[in-house]
């Protein structure tokens, strides 16, 4: 069975950084594209960003966070993590680590929510103005 935990996020001011957390087990981490969401208050979950598990496939961001927030895997460990800088309040969100067993390659289909497969229990962002 598939377990994905986060951790990480909290509180911050606008302009401060966080970072997120994903320890999975009960996969082969190699064969699943990885990606974190959000979901505001009122809002649909969307998607944040997605990363292959191949050095060639791609990574893929939102347009709001392009520049702002860095996703990364470690093969080894099988975790994902998010680098969050430059926070704004429109970040204030429940993020939350996804999977979906593709090969290891990502594409666009993934950064919608429906599309994945296996989901954490979120973790609370939140961004003061």
């Known amino acids: 069975q598939v377990r994905l935990v986060e951790s990480g996020g909290g509180s911050v001011q606008a302009g401060g950084s966080l970072s997120l957390s994903c320890a999975t087990s009960?996969?082969?981490?190699?064969?699943?594209?990885m990606g974190w969401f959000r979901r505001a208050p009122g809002k649909e979950r969307e998607g944040v960003a997605i990363e292959s598990a191949d050095t060639d496939g791609p990574t893929i961001y939102a347009d709001s966070v392009k520049g702002r927030f860095t996703i990364s895997r470690d093969n080894a460990r099988n975790t994902l993590s998010l680098q969050m800088n430059d926070l704004k309040p429109e970040d204030t969100a429940i993020y939350y680590c996804?999977?979906?067993?593709?090969?290891?390659?990502?594409?666009?289909?993934?950064?919608?929510?429906?599309?994945?497969?296996?989901w954490g229990q979120g973790a609370q962002v939140i961004v003061s103005s």
């Open positions: 009960g996969l082969v981490y190699s064969r699943y594209c």
């Open positions: 996804a999977a979906r067993q593709t090969g290891g390659h990502c594409s666009t289909s993934e950064m919608r929510a429906p599309s994945m497969q296996d």
